[in-house]
């Protein structure tokens, strides 16, 4: 890995990523990966409602791995929010003048086909159809097997400059890699 | 009633419900791991707060959050619905929604917010001069 590591950091530059991580995402993790960003992005001046339109998608990709990701590890100190940490990846660059979150983790096959269809479904959608749609979702409540409100990615979407692209790749029998981007 | 005061960490807000003087406080950064974990005993406390609210009886809300997640969305929607039950009742509850001039995702949600609004009286507050 030495000699490549070179290599890796130069295909990160070209790619215009400028921060990434990956291994166990916390919440703890999320909140110094915003204290960087938002000290980032102030400094180059595009304002402040940049910094948290860019902090608002780390933090609903980060999310959704801590809250999806099919692939842990253990913590060091079980606490009340659980024994284990989601591993996943994430990473957040600059291109064509626009910011852009990058990330991915795990996941049951058994998952694959619903959020494809509801990704499917919202790549469709104009901002005014997003912007109801997410007000519909959140008047009616979580979906089954749902974390929180089942809102994230309809956030996500509408924040967006472009429609939401994502990958599925299968890993084996059991599990998929999903991966997602989103454009400020 | 007990008042209830929560303080702010680095992604929960500071909750400050005033039971004497009927005002509402929550403002920070909202994106805690465990919604429910955070925001049960607020909406806990919030129910037995309005449900022995005085006929007439006024309240404020003053909402100043500078960031919150997709979660945090639902509960907001959630605690107006609440306040406009008790506005649809007869009182006067009034949603003071503060926004810093500069963030105009804020300024966006509490348009969202406000276009909900029936009875209750939503505000749209611009702050400025935050660092």
């Keep these: 890995m030495i000699s490549e590591l070179y290599e890796f950091k130069k295909y990160l530059n070209k790619e215009g990523i400028f921060f990434c991580f990956s291994g166990p995402v916390s919440q703890e993790l999320l909140v110094e990966i915003g204290a960087i960003l938002k000290q980032k992005i102030k400094l180059e001046d595009a304002g402040n409602s940049t910094a948290i339109r860019v902090f608002s998608m ?41 910011y852009f979150v990058l990330s991915g983790n795990m996941i049951e096959k058994e998952k694959v086909s619903r959020l494809q269809n509801k990704l499917t ?43 939401l692209e994502f990958d599925f790749k299968k890993i084996d029998e059991k599990f998929s890699f999903f991966s997602s981007k989103t454009v400020i | 009633m007990e008042n209830l005061i929560i303080e702010a960490t680095k992604y929960t807000p500071s909750v400050k419900f005033d039971a ?64 406009e039950k008790s506005a649809a009742q007869g009182r006067q509850v009034v949603v003071n929604w503060c926004y810093d001039k500069e963030n105009d995702i804020a300024l966006e949600h509490g348009k969202d917010f406000r276009e909900d609004a029936v009875a209750l009286e939503f505000n749209l507050v611009q702050t400025s001069g935050r660092t």
């Design chain 1, 58 to 98: 780390v933090v609903e990709q980060a999310q959704n791995i801590i809250h999806y990701s099919a692939e842990k590890c253990p913590k060091p100190y079980p606490s009340k929010a659980g024994e284990e940490i989601s591993i996943g990846i994430i990473a957040v660059g600059y291109e064509n003048g626009h």
């Design chain 1, 121 to 163: 479904g919202l790549k469709k959608m104009n901002k005014a159809e997003l912007k109801k749609h997410y007000k519909e979702q959140r008047k009616k409540g979580p979906d089954y097997g749902s974390k929180g409100a089942g809102l994230g990615f309809i956030d996500m979407a509408k924040k967006a400059s472009q429609p």
């Design chain 2, 20 to 83: 004497a003087h009927h005002t509402l406080g929550i403002s920070g950064e909202s994106y805690p791991e465990n919604i429910s974990e955070f925001y049960d005993p607020v909406f806990d406390w919030l129910k037995r707060y309005l449900g022995g609210l005085p006929e007439h009886q006024s309240v404020t809300a003053n909402i100043d959050i500078i960031y919150f997640n997709s979660n945090t969305s639902k509960v907001l929607t959630d605690f107006f619905r609440m306040l």
